[in-house]
Nanobody
Framework: QVQLVESGGGLVQAGGSLRLSCAAS????????MGWFRQAPGKEREFVAG????????SYADSVKGRFTISRDNPKNTVSLQMNSLKPEDTAVYYC???????????????????????WGQGTQVTVSS
């Protein structure tokens, strides 16, 4: 069982920055691909960013590319999302999630599909005012 706890959300003006963190329980965190997703009111939960178990591979949704950066610290069991140049359309509940698939671990990859993530945090609200 993996428990994920997000923190760092809040209210920020457009153009500002926030840093989200996700703390994971368990001794096998370093074998998981990790992702950040977000869900705005009335919309589907969407992929924001992902990172491989080693941190060597990352990817981003086009809407956040160049503004957001995902990183991880395996000894501390944490994954972070640095969000810069925030826009009102970034307003959503942000979730971190763990991809524990062993085949993707072996290939050093991770999923960008919501359905392939096995564990989820409770979410943290990010609100960007215009």
């Amino acid at each position: 069982q993996v428990q994920l706890v997000e923190s760092g959300g809040g209210l920020v003006q457009a153009g500002g920055s926030l840093r989200l963190s996700c703390a994971a329980s368990g001794r096998t965190f370093s074998t998981y691909g990790m992702g950040w997703f977000r869900q705005a009111p009335g919309k589907e939960r969407e992929f924001v960013a992902g990172i491989s178990w080693s941190g060597g591979r990352t990817s981003y949704a086009d809407s956040v590319k160049g503004r957001f950066t995902i990183s991880r610290d395996n000894p501390k069991n944490t994954v972070s999302l640095q969000m810069n140049s925030l826009k009102p359309e970034d307003t959503a509940v942000y979730y971190c999630a763990a991809d524990t698939d062993l085949r993707r671990f072996a290939s050093g990859s991770y999923s960008t599909q919501r359905s392939e993530y096995d564990y989820w945090g409770q979410g943290t609200q990010v609100t960007v005012s215009s």
